[in-house]
């Protein structure tokens, strides 16, 4: 009784699994407090990076955006699925179907509304994020990749190269939804000019901000620091005449 009442009082993870291609993949919902079915929920769909790739289903919780609520520094009312890249393996490839299935299978079981999912990811997962947004635009309601990257990186030889396309060309196919940039200025892993250059190219479209003498983490100041988790919650998608 008293782990109930505690679980009822914050929000929480629960574990989950979807089926790609016959395998079983192990994905996390962070599930509000005051969670209602009763109404619909906004959803923010997490991309981790990749140093937490795997099968444990767990790891893709233990940083950024994960971090941040399991410490309670932010703590949204909004739906929150983490799902998880093999190893060896990246967003931008074959796991985004993991991505993309997670998120439809907790559509189904969770009340959400579909014009209010948000899209976010950090490094690996920002550079998937960049590719979902593009792939599938109108799934999204806002964009927010934080050290995020379009071309390969020059000190990730094994990393893939999201678009061999421009700047300027990738902007194009990305959707006219709220997008907000995130990046440390002193980035060794990816350089900050990748996130530069995309907010050059997509101009007025995108907020950018840099953080003054920060790595490649600048995922803990951008969840944690900023308020770019309740605008991921608080934007909504405009309805088309055909929907």
């Known amino acids: ?4 009442l505690i679980m009822a009082a914050a ?6 699994s979807v089926t790609v291609d016959g395998v079983a993949r192990r994905y996390q919902v962070w599930v509000p407090a005051m969670y209602d079915a009763s109404r619909k ?10 140093g937490e790739r795997g099968t444990d289903g767990e790891k893709q919780t233990t940083v950024g955006l994960g971090r941040a609520l399991s410490e309670g520094k932010v703590e949204p009312q909004a739906i929150v699925i983490f799902p998880q890249c093999p190893d060896g393996e990246r967003w931008v490839g074959p796991p985004h179907k993991i991505a993309i299935a997670a998120l439809e299978h907790t559509e189904r079981e969770f009340s959400i509304d579909k014009r209010r999912v948000a899209l976010t990811g950090m490094s690996m997962g920002g550079a998937g994020a960049w590719m979902l947004a593009a792939e599938y635009p ?11 990257y379009v071309h390969r ?3 990730l030889a094994d990393a893939e190269n999201p678009t061999s396309e421009s700047y300027e060309q990738f902007a194009k196919r990305l959707p006219r939804i709220p997008i907000w940039i995130f990046h440390g200025s002193n980035d060794p ?6 996130s ?30 900023t308020h770019l988790v309740q605008w991921l919650v608080d934007q909504k998608r405009q309805r088309r005449p055909t929907e």
């Not at 009784?1 to 109930?4: G, K, N, R, T």
């Not at 892993?189 to 990748?194: A, S």
């Not at 050059?200 to 490649?216: D, K, N, S």
């Open 11 to 16: 929000g929480h993870f629960v574990a989950r």
């Open 1 to 4: 009784m008293l782990m109930a």
């Open 189 to 194: 892993i990816v350089p900050v000019e990748d």
């Open 138 to 148: 109108k799934r999204w309601s806002a964009l927010a990749p934080v050290c995020a």
């Open 196 to 225: 530069r250059e995309m907010a050059r190219a997509l101009g007025p479209r995108a907020g950018y901000t840099e953080f003054p003498r920060v790595g490649h983490n600048a995922w803990d100041p951008a969840y944690a620091q």
């Open 41 to 50: 929920w906004p959803a923010i769909l997490f991309l981790h990076g990749s």
């Open 153 to 155: 990186p020059p000190k």
